[in-house]
């Protein structure tokens, strides 16, 4: 059930009529009018108008909503209250989605790893309702014509390699699964302001709404101070609020990075038949991707200058298709033919064993006959919070890392970060501690920060490599196209680490 927290009104009725509202494929929070929706489960505690809650999640995206739907589906944490902080109105309305329009240009691809992180919060059935599109294979390549590899999923034992999902289909689909659960989840659709780490004091919350886990002396919670006028405490606060992190900037987080200097322009392009193949091209100004998202549809992330981006942005359509078609094809140097390293003989001495795409010779990607969305641009970067946990605040996600676009790996860390961090909240609450205590927290630190540095090295090391155009360093990186394609250990580590695995592709 759903109510309005200045309503006395049960919107949905009795909780007899959830199960209809379940079957829905798109969540949907209803009301009038005010700031709070409480999701099925009861009122937080609260005293003085104060609500007080376990958690507090700030930033209702993809990743926080992941944390509250795995906290809402294991039995240690599904009877803490959590509160979900963010301003935007599709967590009140549901998000419109269409399935016989053209996909938003805002996708994600998704690892096996991933994928069944949803089916054990059990939210990728939501996902299915929804336009999603697996692949089983992909082919990399770059403008010198010197190299190219494919990797298929036959090639490790997979039935698919990814899934491109629309960002709007994952967290419609994540809050649709909390909406059908027993959680006492609460929505504020507001910002946060102002946050005291060490209030001095904190307000008495009756006993019988208090979760087991809560402790009630001064110090003890976290409060936030909210951009219309209203306060909650908790005992821990997440920080799921992007690369700009509000929740990072008021903890005191310190980060380390840098810009690209390039931008990203994505949009959503049409085919005459259906894409099934994941295409990723380096060019002189960065790589461009071809991602299959359903129907006759596929989505473009095309990496470049940011004076680039901008022309492209505002160029006449049938010119930008024409740039894409020739950026997938021999625009910038020729497709590879022949290996210049005499194809697979030259490593047949690594290894005698070949993979199934090794016999697979270079294709040319499906033509794009259309733009079917508008082009947005959105600048790169690489940043770190050099602490991912400090006394009640933790980050999560874009919060605690950002990396570069090119492997599509952005949101499976920040699902990653959601996933650990529900399984040490539930050892703290299994061994009766303060969810809160810095200690637990750097539990999750220590699990996650190693897995998304090499993650994040290993990003940043493709794009300065690619980033460079100088002959010898050309037949360098045509040997590791070739090598990857052809050397049968190598290709199956790259593919099992790229699908949500925490071994190195090493040649292990």
């Known amino acids: 059930m759903l109510v309005r927290r200045n309503l006395a009104t049960n919107v949905f009725g009795p909780k007899a009529r959830l199960k209809n509202f379940c079957s829905a494929s798109a969540a949907k929070v209803s009301g009038s009018n005010g700031d709070h929706s409480y999701v099925q489960g009861e009122k937080p505690g609260s005293t003085d108008s104060f609500p007080q809650h376990d958690i507090a999640i700030v930033g209702g995206g993809m990743v926080g909503m992941a944390l509250a739907c795995s906290l809402a589906s294991m039995p240690l944490t599904k009877q803490l209250s959590i509160a979900i902080i963010d301003s935007n109105p599709a967590l009140k309305g549901g998000a419109s989605i269409k399935k016989d329009g053209p996909p938003d240009p805002r996708v994600s691809t998704v690892t096996p790893a991933t994928i069944s992180f949803f089916k054990d919060v059990d939210a990728w059935k939501y996902v299915e309702q929804q336009r999603h599109a697996y692949f089983d294979k992909m082919q990399v390549w770059d403008y010198t014509g010197l190299g190219y590899t494919k990797y298929h999923a036959r090639d490790v034992n997979k039935e698919f390699l990814g899934c491109v999902v629309e960002n709007k289909v994952l967290q419609s689909s994540l809050l649709s699964r909390i909406q059908c659960t027993d959680a006492q989840t609460t929505i504020y659709s507001s910002r946060l302001t102002s946050m005291n780490l060490s209030p001095s004091s904190s307000p008495t919350v009756a006993a019988n709404v208090s979760s087991k886990t809560t402790m009630n002396e001064p110090g003890h919670l976290a409060k936030l101070e909210l951009s219309d006028g209203s306060s909650l405490y908790a005992k821990l606060v997440v920080g799921a609020d992007g690369s700009k992190s509000r929740v990072r900037e008021l903890a005191g987080f310190k980060t380390t990075g840098w810009n690209y200097s390039q931008n990203a322009v994505i949009c959503t392009v049409e085919h005459t038949q259906e894409n099934f193949c994941a295409w990723q091209r380096f060019l002189p100004s960065g790589p461009i991707a071809l991602l299959p998202i359903g129907d006759n549809y596929s989505n473009i992330v095309w990496t470049m200058n940011p004076k680039e981006a901008t022309d492209r942005k505002l160029m006449d359509q049938d010119d930008f298709v024409k740039d894409v078609n020739s950026a ?88 990653g970060d959601a996933f650990s961090l529900s399984k040490v909240i539930a050892e703290g609450v299994a061994l009766g501690t303060d969810i809160g205590e810095v200690g637990l927290m750097k539990k999750y630190e220590a699990e996650r920060k190693p897995a998304n540095i090499a993650m994040m090295a290993i990003l940043d090391g493709f794009q300065k490599a690619y980033s460079v155009d100088f002959g010898p360093l050309n037949v360098l990186r045509a040997a590791a196209f070739h090598g990857a394609n052809y050397i049968s250990p190598l290709k199956k580590s790259i593919i099992s680490y790229a699908s949500g695995d925490q071994r190195l592709p090493l040649f292990t």
């Open 328 to 415: 997938l094809d021999c625009g910038y140097g020729p497709s590879p033919q022949s290996s210049v390293f005499g194809s697979q003989s030259f490593f047949s001495w690594l290894k005698p064993d070949v993979t199934v795409s090794v016999d697979e010779g270079f294709e040319v990607p499906p033509k794009v006959v259309k733009l079917a969305s508008e082009r947005m641009v959105f600048p790169l970067s690489l940043n770190h919070a050099k602490n991912y946990a400090s006394k009640r605040v933790v980050l999560i996600g874009d919060a605690a890392h950002t990396v570069h676009p090119l492997a599509g790996q952005g949101v499976n860390l920040g699902f």
